[in-house]
């Protein structure tokens, strides 16, 4: 898509004005303000008296030279869009294909509405939202709006490195995280201890205080995990603890995860998605699924092998998906043989294999390393990550 892209920011460059590599003529704005301030200067002058025929004729000649600028940047614009279209037209070379209209019914275009309006709203166009909620015939509760607006104000939090937002909302949805076995919480506290422990110099006294008062109540169930955060404060400072068998505490990726950690418990209160539906769509089927599946259509077609129902192929097409855009319903561990459950949900490695909370642990060496039984990879029990299905 380099291609495409390129062409598009020099068409986005000569249709905004701004300086655009080799084009000749000035933007269509400074052209107009130029002419319209001789167009002012000229006013001025016959109105104070001092205005002749050479006024006239300088005027008629500006106009007539800001115009052939005018005509020349739009020429530039029209071939840039033309390389737009020769550079898709490169990239893509089957065409688009066609389908009966979609969306006919009231109904579907309601949920489809529904479905964009909602989409701005949790990927934090609150002003786009508005404006499309005006202009069409969704209504979206102010419950669900203010939701989405903490949703996005939590995560611009998290961004910048404040959990106090996450934390509060942590704390007040304790009963509904526990029933789901999350561990959101007790990762928040781990980001703020490792915060206090790596600060410069490192605040030790504060850092065991923090762990008494917070990490204290997940003994239990993170016994490796709070020991080892109480452990590497002997190797303290940053530069020793880099060569311990800590460093990877030290690493910022240790806390990668935290942003879709609480997007996804706070989407499953709400009852929806961790990630947009639009958005899933969009990297699915913009991401060669469409393109595989049409080309499935043609090979049939040519064929003369398609069934007689509608929108259905005889063929089974593999789409590759990213591991974010990988469901399945049931996982069965492929160590234990057993289905996880909520108790025993499924955890990634930092491989990229995945087993059961129940096998990780029985795998886990002195020190909560994890030797992948698929391949020669290790990994750390904190490192591992939550799969949901």
Same mark, same amino acid.
């Given at each position: 898509m ?7 920011s ?13 084009a000749k003529a000035?933007?269509?704005?400074q ?5 319209l301030?001789?167009?002012?200067n000229?006013?001025e002058?016959f ?5 002749s025929q050479v ?9 007539? #030279?800001?115009?052939?600028?005018i005509?020349e940047?739009q ?7 033309a390389k737009?279209g020769k550079a898709l ?7 688009l294909?066609?389908y009966?209209?979609?969306f006919?019914?009231?109904e579907?275009k309601?949920a489809?509405e529904?479905?964009i309006?909602m ?14 909620l ?6 979206i509760?102010p419950?669900?709006?203010v939701?989405?607006? #903490? ?7 998290l961004?910048?490195?404040?959990i106090?937002p996450a ?7 304790r009963?509904?995280?526990?029933k ?5 919480e007790?990762?928040?506290?781990r980001f703020?201890?490792l915060?206090?422990v ?17 990490l204290a109540?997940?003994?239990?169930r993170?016994r490796v995990?709070?020991?080892r955060?109480?452990?590497?404060v ?7 603890l ?17 942003q879709?950690m609480?997007?996804t418990?706070y989407?499953?209160?709400l009852?929806?998605?961790r990630q947009?539906p ?9 991401g060669?699924a469409?393109?595989?599946?049409e080309?499935?259509r043609k *090979?049939?077609?040519e ?7 509608t929108?259905?192929?005889p ?19 492929? *160590?234990?043989k057993e ?19 129940d096998?990780l642990?029985?795998l ?5 390393r ?6 020669p990879?290790e ?5 591992a990550?939550r799969?949901?299905?």
């Amino acid at each position: 898509m380099d291609g495409p892209l390129k062409e598009l920011s020099r068409l986005e460059k000569l249709a905004s004005g701004a300086p655009a590599g080799k084009a000749k003529a000035p933007s269509i704005d400074q052209s107009l303000d130029a002419l319209l301030e001789s167009l002012r200067n000229a006013k001025e002058r016959f109105q104070n008296g001092t205005g002749s025929q050479v006024t006239l004729l300088s005027l008629a000649k500006t106009v007539e #030279d800001k115009k052939k600028e005018i005509d020349e940047r739009q020429k530039e614009v029209y071939n840039a869009l033309a390389k737009v279209g020769k550079a898709l037209d490169k990239k893509f070379t089957n065409p688009l294909p066609s389908y009966e209209p979609l969306f006919q019914s009231p109904e579907a275009k309601l949920a489809l509405e529904r479905t964009i309006a909602m989409h701005f709203l949790r990927t934090g166009g609150f002003e786009t939202a508005e404006t499309f909620l005006g202009e069409s015939n969704v209504t979206i509760s102010p419950e669900h709006r203010v939701q989405f607006m #903490d949703l996005h104000r939590i995560m611009t939090a998290l961004r910048q490195g404040d959990i106090a937002p996450a934390l509060e909302w942590a704390h007040c949805h304790r009963e509904f995280l526990q029933k789901r076995n999350s561990s959101l919480e007790f990762h928040l506290h781990r980001f703020q201890y490792l915060r206090l422990v790596l600060s410069h110099p490192p605040d030790i006294n504060a850092a065991l205080a923090y762990s008494h008062a917070h990490l204290a109540p997940f003994f239990n169930r993170h016994r490796v995990e709070v020991q080892r955060l109480l452990t590497c404060v002997l190797y303290l400072p940053l530069s020793k603890l880099l060569t311990s068998p800590y460093a990877d505490l030290a690493d910022p990726s240790v806390h990668s995860d935290l942003q879709s950690m609480f997007a996804t418990e706070y989407c499953a209160d709400l009852g929806m998605s961790r990630q947009a539906p639009l958005r899933v769509i969009a990297d699915i089927g913009g991401g060669g699924a469409l393109a595989r599946i049409e080309k499935g259509r043609k *090979v049939m077609r040519e064929r003369k092998s398609e069934w007689s129902q509608t929108d259905e192929l005889p063929v089974s097409i593999e789409i590759p998906l990213p591991p974010e855009n990988r469901y399945h319903s049931i996982f069965a561990c492929p *160590v234990s043989k057993e289905q996880s459950t909520e108790a025993n949900p499924p955890m990634m490695l930092a491989c990229g294999h995945v087993i059961t909370k129940d096998s990780l642990t029985k795998l886990s060496k002195p020190g909560g390393r994890v030797k992948c039984p698929y391949c020669p990879a290790e990994s750390t029990i904190q490192s591992a990550l939550r799969v949901y299905f």
